[in-house]
């Protein structure tokens, strides 16, 4: 067996990553799919791994121990940047938007169960490769993999990042048909005589980042004093978090260790936009989180198991088509009507299936393609990113940790 210290697994994680970018950056339908250079890395990676396993060459172990603290401070990075006053931006829509996914997530549960319970297995599995994978995206499913391990649910963190990475390929095939064929249908056109991409784009940077309270010190030139604020606010958030994710295990509930961090990241993050006293510098915090994300995502995927996913192929395939066909019925008799019916709503509703299929890049990516043909959304722009990026996660991992309690 060939043992990687922490720091040969650091370096050999980014090392993947760098590859994974390479890759997507030379292969057309990689760039298209929007899958992240991190899970492409991570996964050459653990084919090879596998390879070398089968042929009894090498049997390859990895240092884990920062995975866990990489994922929490990703979500504490979320936590930071989920402002009350951004969800009071998009208006009435916005929580709207956020209902409809939170009552598709619980949808997802239910039609994974049904098809765990079907082929004889335990009801978590059918929670994992729904809700968990698809409207949690990679990130959270591999959060909450440990959780589901020690429930009962065999090869869960295999499992989960399998239905991710096939629910992202499936979000960004069908996510620009799906809202086609309701502007198609409906002879919806968006305001063609502007410049489409410049348009959406514009609008979509001036109004999440003006409502972020990205302050910083015009004379702190090399920005190291606001990168150490946000990297201490982030480290407080965590520290403390770990104290209220102690309370919530002595209290009997089944919770990933992120959440704790996370709700206190809001918490400072609402605080300081009330009374201005730390003055976080948000866009600071958010590169620190997409940083120990990547890693995260690098590291835990090289580590996966891939051999033991044979036994599950077939529930994964069936609950995935279940899955894309029930989201595409409620985009087109839900989504698209409760959200108006009109040339923004046929474009959230892309944004929709991206992110409740795969993850917010997926929605953006299939938000971007349609304005490029047809007209910017300046309103779509506005609600998807923001419940996709942030709201959805908190919603989601109410309930996953409910149907994870429940069935356990």
Same mark, same amino acid.
């Given at each position: ?49 596998? #390879? ?11 240092? +884990? ?10 979500? $504490? ?54 809700? +968990? ?6 990130? +959270? ?38 809202? /086609? ?33 990205? /302050? ?22 965590? #520290? ?30 609402? !605080? ?12 600071? #915090? ?51 009507? !409760? ?5 923004? #709503? ?12 795969? $993850? ?21 722009? !506005?609600?998807?990113? !923001? ?7 908190? /919603? ?13």
């Amino acid at each position: 067996m060939t043992r990687f210290d922490l720091i040969q697994t650091l370096a050999l994680g980014g090392f993947a990553m760098l590859v994974g970018r390479a890759l997507v950056r030379a292969t057309p339908v990689l760039g298209r799919y929007n899958i992240p250079a991190a899970v492409v890395g991570g996964l050459l990676a653990a084919l090879l791994i596998t #390879a070398l396993r089968i042929n009894n060459t090498v049997v390859v172990d990895f240092d +884990t121990s920062l995975q866990a603290p990489l994922m929490t401070a990703f979500f $504490t990075s979320i936590g930071l940047g989920a402002s009350l006053s951004l969800l009071r931006v998009g208006s009435s829509q916005a929580l709207l938007f956020l209902v409809l996914a939170s009552i598709l997530a619980i949808a997802q549960n239910l039609i994974g169960i049904g098809v765990a319970i079907a082929f004889g297995e335990t009801p978590l599995l059918g929670v994992l490769m729904s809700s +968990t994978a698809l409207a949690g995206g990679p990130a +959270t499913s591999l959060a909450f993999a440990p959780q589901f391990a020690a429930a009962g649910v065999p090869a869960a963190e295999s499992l989960a990042i399998a239905a991710a990475m096939a629910g992202i390929v499936l979000g960004g095939l069908f996510g620009g048909p799906i809202a /086609t064929q309701l502007l198609e249908r409906h002879g919806l056109k968006g305001p063609l005589g502007r410049s489409a991409r410049k348009s959406s784009n514009q609008f979509e940077v001036t109004n999440l980042e003006k409502h972020r309270d990205d /302050t910083q010190d015009n004379h702190d030139e090399d920005g190291l004093r606001d990168a150490i604020k946000a990297l201490t606010v982030l480290l407080v958030a965590m #520290a403390i978090g770990a104290i209220l994710s102690e309370v919530f295990i002595k209290v009997g509930l089944t919770l990933p260790g992120y959440v704790g961090a996370m709700l206190v990241g809001t918490m400072i993050r609402n !605080l300081d936009d009330r009374t201005g006293w730390i003055r976080i510098p948000h866009d600071l #915090a958010a590169r620190i989180g997409a940083v120990c994300l990547t890693l995260f995502l690098v590291v835990a995927l090289m580590n996966l198991k891939l051999w033991e996913l044979a036994s599950l192929a077939l529930p994964l395939i069936v609950n995935l088509v279940l899955q894309l066909i029930a989201v595409a019925l409620f985009c087109g008799w839900v989504v698209f009507r !409760l959200m108006g019916r009109d040339y923004d #709503a046929a474009v959230m509703t892309g944004g929709f299936t991206g992110f409740m299929l795969g $993850t917010t890049a997926n929605a953006m990516a299939v938000m971007r393609t349609i304005v490029e043909r047809f007209g910017p959304a300046p309103r779509a722009f !506005l609600v998807a990113p !923001l419940v996709g990026a942030f709201f959805i996660d908190f /919603t989601n991992a109410i309930i996953i940790t409910t149907f994870l309690n429940f069935f356990s």
